[in-house]
């Protein structure tokens, strides 16, 4: 920054603290202009300044503001009154800075919800039952960038003439001492984001999960961890952020999200585990209760998962259980974590005898899914992962299947900013829609999402856990549940061989492993949970997109496809 100039006066503050109120008696006092920021962009845009927000977005409104104040910051003699989250550009904190006094208006935000009230009771910040903490929390989200200024004027108990009278205070005694003086930096290096904001938190979301425990937003990107500090900050937590993370994916990425961490001024505690779904077991979370007692983990503090499905259970089902339930946010690192584990709120530890036996729905605040993190997983397990994402465009986006059919399995270990984002988030958005309207699967909707996993789980008890992967169990499964779809007439052939030909050409197995007994998952099935009245519930497939639910599957019929997985 360079020398000050304290040519004009920027009123900061938040909505309703009475910028364009005091600002017209502050010029005239001092016989200065006064120009309203959100005017003076209207006037040049040719358009009213919700109308830019609703077409252009955001950044393109922002981009337009840093225009107008860089016009005005050229002139002198003015008072302006900024909009509220002009302090969220570096950028604009400069301009003001080098040209002018900057005088933040300040009031609490029960004072603030009622003169909004009062002056326009339709606003979106008011909606919703109670005004004032969604105020505040917005307030708390902007703060660091409001503390930036030369000085502080506390309105509350105040009139606009007592505030115009302080304004003018500072103007004598502070222009002097600036004038000159070097514009040190903000300390905030950072650039906010309206669209981070607590009072519209899915801004910006890939979907949202609506659950009876409150909704939350899903977040894919690339590079998109970066956000994950301003992201929690927007749902109005703070406290300690405890990591529960997999060991290996903290060394390769822990930096990165500590970072992001403390760019919102969040304190991250790492909790590193094992690798393994060994690991998903009552005794690793009894040791990670034992951790957040020793660091005197509060309420108001958080848990981040972050790794892959065996972490996002386990942190989950740690975050559920620890001190009657702390605040969860799912960063998912693998791609069965980002498009099935992190969505749908279901945490769970294993038993000596079975898999998820201690559990329970319990939603996160919210995911972020960064694909870039896909680019450090080996490649067995990017594959596999593609397994549940190719399932969700089988059973319920017919346009999806095709467009992986176009991009071919060149997608599967090929990542790239544009299209890995694209296809895993069109998916995710996909599931959020399921378990939205079946959170706790009591209407069968969210039975269509276990398409593959009828043999896929049998396939895998009967190898033993940890011989074959999920996604290449629920491969072999979809295979198995086209076929047997074509096989009893609900499907043709041509699109049981598309969903094969697919999965293969992703690099996933179609095909039993040699030493499988096709008998012996026949028999697994029957433990399946889906089992009702004594008999397996197949999901099964009447077109791409359309899926069924049958009972009535002959075991004959079903050994008869399972052979035919072995001998190809």
Known sequence: MGGRKPRNIYLTGFSGTGKST???????????????????????????????????????????????????????RLVVATGGGVVLRPENRRLMAESGLVVCLEARPETIARRLEALAPTRPLLAGPDPAARIAGLKEYRQPFYATADWVVQTDLLSPEEVAAEVIRAWDLLSPRLDGAEAAPDGWPGTGQEGL?????????????????????????????????????????????????DRAVWNAWGERLLASLAAARLEGRPLPVEPGEEHKSLAEAERLYGELSRGRAERQDLIIAFGGGVIGDLGGFVAATYLRG????????????????????????????????VGAFYPPRLVLADTELLTTLPTGELIAGWAEVIKHA????????EQFRRVGGRAA??????TTPA??????????????????ERTGLRMVLNFGHTVGHALEAVLGYGRIRHGEAVAIGMVAAARLSAA???????????????LADFGLPVRLPSEVDPGAIIG???????VAGGRPRWVLLRRIGETVIRADVPDGLVLEVLNGLKDG
């Open 22 to 76: 005091v600002g017209p008696t502050v010029a005239r006092r001092l016989g200065f202009d006064f120009i309203d920021l959100d005017a003076e962009i209207e006037r040049a845009a040719g358009r009213p300044v919700p109308e830019i927000f609703r077409a252009d977005g955001e950044e393109a409104f922002r981009r337009l503001e840093t225009e107008a104040l860089r016009r005005l910051a050229a002139r002198d």
């Open 197 to 245: 904001a607590p009072y519209c938190p899915d801004a910006g979301a890939t979907c949202v999960v609506r659950s009876s425990a409150g909704d939350y937003p899903v977040y894919v990107g690339w590079g998109n961890l970066a956000e994950l500090g301003w992201r929690i900050r927007s749902l109005g937590l703070g406290g300690r952020a405890w990591v529960i993370a």
């Open 326 to 357: 702390l605040p969860l946010v799912q960063v998912p690192t693998s791609l069965l974590a980002m498009v099935d584990a992190a969505v749908g709120g279901k945490v769970a530890v294993n038993l000596p005898v079975a898999k998820n036996l």
């Open 394 to 401: 089988v059973i319920l986006d017919p346009e999806l299947f």
């Open 413 to 418: 270990t090929r990542l790239d900013p544009e």
């Open 423 to 440: 296809l895993v988030g069109r998916s995710v958005a996909i599931k959020a829609r399921v378990v939205s309207e079946d959170e706790h």
């Open 488 to 502: 009893l007439g609900l499907l043709d052939k041509e699109a049981a061989d598309q969903v094969e030909g697919l």
């Open 524 to 530: 697994r099935i029957y433990y399946d949970k889906k």
